[in-house]
């Protein structure tokens, strides 16, 4: 029961996670209101999707290594094991980083800078492809 429970939590974090994810690259990619200088809506949106994917990379990792821990040991030796971690990695620094970035710079009112857009590509790819290498690392 115990390993059901935490994989519900980690399905569920992955879920809130791809969400915020991918709500940030819809609005990098719309063309609007926010082009102009950074509108409140949607700073709350960056600020309530950068708290939800660092939350949910949090628990993500923790039920991932519970799970990992109960079921397989300290490590699983297989290349898909190994490419998931990776990119799951990739993830997590990606999202530090932006939060730290975010926490310490001031609200300027051109909105994020230039590179963060492709923080935010490259943090949805690893996602998914961190997904299609856990399901063939754990079937």
Do not use: C
């Not at 490419?83 to 609200?107: D, S």
């Amino acid at each position: 029961m115990i390993v059901e429970t935490i994989k519900i939590i980690h399905l569920l974090a992955l879920m809130f996670g791809a969400a915020a994810s991918f709500g940030n690259l819809y609005i990098l990619m719309a063309r609007g209101p926010h082009d102009l200088p950074s509108p409140g809506f949607t700073n709350q949106l960056r600020y309530l999707f950068r708290l939800t994917a660092l939350a949910a990379i949090a628990i993500i990792w923790i039920s991932g290594l519970l799970l990992m821990l109960i079921k397989y040991g300290w490590w699983i030796q297989s290349f898909a094991f190994d490419v998931k971690i990776t990119f799951a990695t990739v993830v997590l620094l990606i999202i530090a980083f932006l939060n730290l970035m975010a926490m310490r710079t001031p609200k300027n009112p051109g909105g994020p800078p230039s590179y963060v857009p492709v923080l935010h590509m490259i943090a949805a790819t690893s996602l998914v492809v961190t997904v299609v290498f856990a399901v063939i690392a754990f079937g």
